[in-house]
């Protein structure tokens, strides 16, 4: 989408030329130097439009990158979530086995970490 400012600035610039050649062709050094002020005048408001318009479309590709990398975060951490139901299955079952080999040594473990929680909870008195 062009901006106004470039629009207006184009217009400004080419009445400013037009004034300029006419103040020159008839001798008139006011209007001569009244068209070379509005064609510059013209001319920046053409550039103001320009980097409007930029900036727009910077803002706009940030935005764009910013969704792109959001809809990539949300792929990998469904991803994640799919395969944590055989992690935890897989580590369900690893633990399994080790409390069967010994069941006094997880017996103990589990106790130690147990109390080890109360005291975190409770603290010492």
Do not use: C, W
Not at 21 to 41: I, L, P
Not at 55 to 78: E, F, M, P, T
């Amino acid at each position: 989408m062009v901006d106004t400012d470039r629009i207006v600035g184009g217009a400004k610039e080419a009445v400013g030329k037009v004034q300029g050649a006419a103040g020159d062709f008839a001798g008139s050094s006011r209007d001569s130097v009244e068209g070379r002020f509005r064609e510059a005048q013209g001319q920046a408001q053409n550039v103001y439009g320009q980097v409007k318009d930029k900036a727009r479309d910077i803002a706009d590709r940030a935005g764009d990158y910013a969704s792109d990398a959001y809809d990539r975060a949300g792929d990998v951490a469904g991803d994640a979530y799919e395969r944590s139901g055989s992690y935890l299955r897989d580590g369900r079952a690893a633990v399994g086995a080790r409390v069967e080999e010994n069941p006094l040594v997880a017996l103990l473990i589990a106790g130690a970490v147990g109390y080890g929680l109360a005291l975190l909870v409770h603290g010492r008195r």
